[in-house]
């Protein structure tokens, strides 16, 4: 079954709703929404893009977006979300490995898009949506939604590919319904009251969320900007009430900290949900003091978009329950639908408390990658997709991460999960953001180092922070130096760039003697 009948529900049940909006100005009804991704459909057929063929989007948010995204399933095509600040040897990459025939974008990004495909075999065509071109691809008529079979890809998913080649994860019609429904299931009541809020990009797979949105007859609203700026988002929040977005941890910190944050009518704020990355207590902590238990986390990864596992707001919200502090700092428990267990090398279960492997399986996790079955045998085993994530269950089903795999430093035989360091150099008041990585070391294979961004007004000090560690942790765990620098390089969703920062490390020859 087509995955876009899951929004064309909602058009039956709600057609003169508004279902789309830019900043405050109504976009489109469901119903104008649905007529739109059909007409383009049908006229889809003139770029010569026929059932199964791919075709990738690279612009910023807006609400195209969406209404391409619609056209493209309704035609029984396959989405390749590109991030719009790739660099142009990784989206040429993408569109070459995708095969993708068509590419949506603005003006602002084509001659680059053009610039980086040019000396590439690809055969890509590009539309610039906010050109009159696109408005000519509209056929008069809007077509019949394809019959689109359950295991067709729809939404082809490149990791960020920190080992070596970005992989697509094929995503089938069958995984997004599956993902959507189960996010109904978990994320407390979504209604015609609802506003989601796009502020991370839409190239991230959080955007799948917005049909499950649509499905249940709520509006999104992309901000006039098209992106996370907390001054645009404040007073959207407070006009439309029922409001929710998602953000990486690093925005919702950026939102709590805002300057503007004071003006927020709090009870018009839902839920924020939160993820992609590690959100660290004391962080959360500060959140939840500033807008109450109005925080939904959520564990996934492009193998199995946004549903892994989930830190419901009752948890936020029981603050006297004597595990209170390590409840949150885990993700939580398994989604609706999806089985999880923490295994050992030979895939074996390991009891509460050991840390392991995080292996998934359910109707949400990729058929494989694509075009490329050595990567799939690797990721996929008997039905379970192996998260390549570090972390152990406790007695109340409760999952607490460590960290990726790749992530591990493993000095002198001993496994510092850098986490744990970072969890506590933030507890220091001064400092404003962490990243430990491993940089290889003679000796002891690898030591940790950490990268460190201090508050304004806080001078660095590395003695004090020598200090923090020493005190309540392993010495063998602590940095064995700081590197005080004035941002973390970030994705743009703001998740920390750990691989960026080995990089850094390399130039600056870091092998700690
Ligand atoms: P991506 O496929 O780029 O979304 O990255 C997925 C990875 O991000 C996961 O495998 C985890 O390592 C990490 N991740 C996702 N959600 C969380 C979370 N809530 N807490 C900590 N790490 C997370």
Redesign the pocket.
């Known amino acids: 079954m087509n995955f876009y009948h899951c929004f064309g529900h909602a058009v039956t049940a709600w057609p003169s709703r508004t279902a789309l909006y830019t900043g405050q100005r109504p976009h489109a009804t469901f119903a104008s929404l649905d007529t739109r991704a059909r007409r383009l459909a049908a006229g889809l057929a003139r770029l010569r893009l026929a059932r199964g063929d791919r075709v990738a989007i690279m612009m910023g948010n807006r609400c195209e977006y969406t209404e391409i995204m619609l056209a493209c399933w309704a035609a029984g095509l396959c989405i390749v979300p590109i991030n719009a600040k790739l660099h142009p040897r990784e989206f040429a990459f993408v569109i070459e490995n995708s095969g993708a025939k068509a590419c949506f974008t603005t003006s602002s990004l084509a001659a680059d898009l053009a610039a980086g495909l040019s000396g590439s075999a690809s055969r890509c065509e590009l539309v610039c949506c906010d050109l009159p071109d696109y408005a000519l691809l509209f056929a008069p008529e809007p077509m019949a939604v394809v019959d689109a079979d359950f295991t067709d890809c729809a939404w082809l998913f490149y ?2 590919g920190t080992t070596g080649r970005p992989k697509g994860a094929t995503i089938t019609h069958r995984n997004l319904w599956f993902m959507s429904l189960g996010y109904i299931a978990d994320a407390g009541p979504i209604d015609t009251r609802t506003h989601a809020l796009m502020v991370a990009p839409q190239s991230h ?1 959080a955007v799948l969320l917005l049909v499950a949105y649509l499905t249940r007859g709520a509006a999104c609203v992309v901000p006039e900007s098209g992106g996370f700026d907390p001054a645009e988002m404040i007073p959207l929040i407070n006009r439309f009430g029922g409001a929710r977005f998602f953000a990486a941890p690093t925005m919702v910190k950026r939102f709590v900290e805002s300057p503007e944050i004071g003006t927020l009518e709090v009870p018009r704020l839902d839920t924020i949900v939160y ?5 660290y207590v004391s962080d959360t902590r500060r959140a939840l003091d500033t807008l109450g238990p109005r925080l939904w ?7 199995t978009p946004c549903t892994i596992s989930y830190l419901s707001r009752e948890l936020h919200a029981a603050s006297d329950h004597p595990r209170f502090l390590e409840r949150l700092a885990s ?1 939580g428990m398994a989604r609706t639908g999806i089985a999880l267990r923490v295994v050992d090398e030979e895939f074996r279960p390991l009891p509460p408390g050991e840390v392991g492997e995080i292996i998934v399986r359910g109707e949400t996790v990729m058929r494989g990658y694509w075009d490329n079955p050595q990567a799939s045998a690797q990721a996929l085993h008997d039905g379970w997709l192996k ?3 570090l972390g152990f269950l406790d007695r109340e089903g409760l999952l607490t ?1 460590k960290d ?1 795999s790749k992530d591990l430093i493993i000095s002198g035989g001993s496994n510092i999960y850098p986490r744990e360091v970072e969890e506590l150099l933030q507890s220091h008041p001064g400092v404003r953001e962490v990243a430990v990585i491993g940089v290889p070391h003679a000796e002891w294979g690898e030591e940790p180092v950490a990268y460190v961004v201090m508050h304004d007004g806080h001078a660095p000090d590395a003695t004090a922070l020598e200090q923090v560690c020493l005190d309540n942790m392993a010495r063998f765990k602590r940095p064995k130096r700081y590197v005080f620098v004035a941002e973390l390089p970030k994705n743009n969703y703001g ?1 920390i760039l750990k691989t960026e920062l080995r990089a850094w490390a390399t130039q600056a020859g870091d092998t700690l003697a």
């Open positions: 990791t960020s797979a993820g992609g990355g590690p959100m986390q959520i564990y996934g990864q492009g193998e993700v998260t390549g994530d991460l990726r998740k």
